[in-house]
């Protein structure tokens, strides 16, 4: 018996780096695994190549800043690989380097919902599934969300990055 055996993840940004790696390990110890990205052909790959090392694993284009598509993902998460055990928010972007004083409204705001609104969004969409399921494992279910040292450690030109990874 593995340990993920029969659990469900969602992995955001599973397509590749980071996430695909997650995708990967999780299939690999039982999980089956829901990868959502705004790269398909990456995420179609990432699937079909953990499906063809006997894996469980769907992909689904996801943009993380939009609430609706949280529900399709959920959804889809449920109705397809029975239910929600495990869920990472692992989807962000990084600011493109403008120092704080040129930088614009806009491009602030960009870096915060792909990097902290995501992560409210997700959490409120997988809990009634998740708690569902509860009691079901020991341990019960598990929300891992990704951050960085960058929320720490400040560096220029990163305002928005650092303020959404601490």
Not at 26 to 49: F, S, Y
């Amino acid at each position: 018996m593995n340990r993920l055996d029969n659990k469900v993840a969602l992995i955001t940004g599973g397509a590749r780096g980071l996430g695909g790696a997650m995708a990967y390990k999780m299939a690999a110890a039982g999980a089956k695994v829901l990868i959502t990205d705004l790269l398909e052909e990456a995420g179609a790959e990432t699937a079909e190549a953990i499906q063809n090392a006997g894996g469980t694993a769907i992909f689904m284009r996801h943009d993380v800043t939009d609430e609706g598509q949280w529900a399709a993902a959920i959804a889809l998460a449920v109705d397809k690989l029975g239910g929600l055990d495990i869920l990472v928010n692992n989807a962000g972007i990084a600011s493109d380097g403008t120092p704080l004083e040129h930088l614009s409204l806009e491009a602030w705001r960009k870096v915060i919902a792909v990097d902290l609104d995501s992560l409210f969004l997700g959490i409120k969409h997988a809990i009634p599934p998740m708690r569902e399921r509860a009691g079901q494992w020991a341990g019960g279910g598990s929300i891992i969300n990704i951050s960085s040292i960058y929320g720490i450690v400040g560096s220029p030109g990163a305002a928005s990055y650092h303020a959404a990874k601490g």
